[in-house]
């Protein structure tokens, strides 16, 4: 298994529903970092956490953190159609720039 | 905010050309740039590590000589598909950090596609 998996791999739900994704990862991190890509584009940027941080929020977006167990959550409440995009977590271990992305789940938000 | 600007956005070339693709921190300084391979619905998969100034650090499996890297600015760096083959058609995302800033966020250029005939 590669660093930073995702689950689960597709998602679908509908418009206003919440969405959660997790990621697991395998070795000690300085930073997990989550991206969104609409389909045949580049990767935006959504919210980093660091190791000493246990929770994160940003706008409609709760992401968590658990390094014991080597797990990062995603939440995205009241889902909208325009949410539809593969999300990725990515891990680093210093603040250098090089990051291991996970396999990504895709979400489909159905209106 | 950050912008990176990848070109081309698709090119389509014959089998035993070259291709050059750019990748342009708009806004920003970038001492490191990074260079990925995305397969379908697949994850990215890190190809190199593009360092201003000096050689690029390539990925274990990713043959340099094949995959041309060169970081000549702090603002651009390039990668050149050398007698690309149809195996080599892929879609190409390139990152870049931003030197004065202390977190890891990378911001994206909108990829390139390539496809060898």
């Known amino acids: 298994s590669q660093q930073g998996e995702e689950d689960p791999q597709a998602l679908s739900i509908q418009e206003g529903e919440n969405a959660t994704m997790n990621c697991s990862y395998k070795t000690s991190i300085n930073n997990l970092q989550w991206y969104r890509q609409n389909s045949g584009r580049g990767l935006v940027h959504l919210i980093l956490?660091?190791?000493?941080?246990r929770e994160k929020h940003s706008g409609r977006l709760r992401v968590t953190l658990d390094t014991s167990k080597k797990s990062s959550s995603l939440l995205i409440t009241a889902s909208r159609a325009a949410d539809t995009a593969s999300y990725f977590c990515?891990?680093?271990?210093?603040?250098?720039?090089?990051?291991?992305f996970g396999d990504g789940t895709t979400l489909t938000v159905k209106p | 905010g950050a912008v990176v600007s990848q070109h081309p956005s698709r090119v389509i070339c014959k089998s035993g050309t070259s291709v050059k693709i750019e990748c342009r921190s708009l806004d920003f300084q970038a001492t490191t740039m990074f260079w990925y391979r995305q397969f379908p619905k697949q994850s990215l998969m890190l190809m190199a590590t593009?360092?201003?100034?000096?050689?690029?650090?390539?990925e274990q499996g990713v043959e340099k000589d094949k995959f041309l890297i060169n970081h000549a600015s702090l603002t651009l760096s390039t990668l050149t598909v050398t007698s690309a083959h149809p195996e080599d058609s892929s879609f190409y995302i390139c990152s870049a950090k931003d030197r004065s800033s202390g977190a890891n966020v990378l911001t994206f250029g909108a990829g390139s596609r390539l496809t060898v005939l």
């Open positions: 593009s360092n201003e100034g000096s050689k690029a650090t390539y």
């Open positions: 990515a891990t680093a271990n210093t603040n250098a720039g090089k990051s291991t």
């Open positions: 956490i660091r190791s000493n941080e």
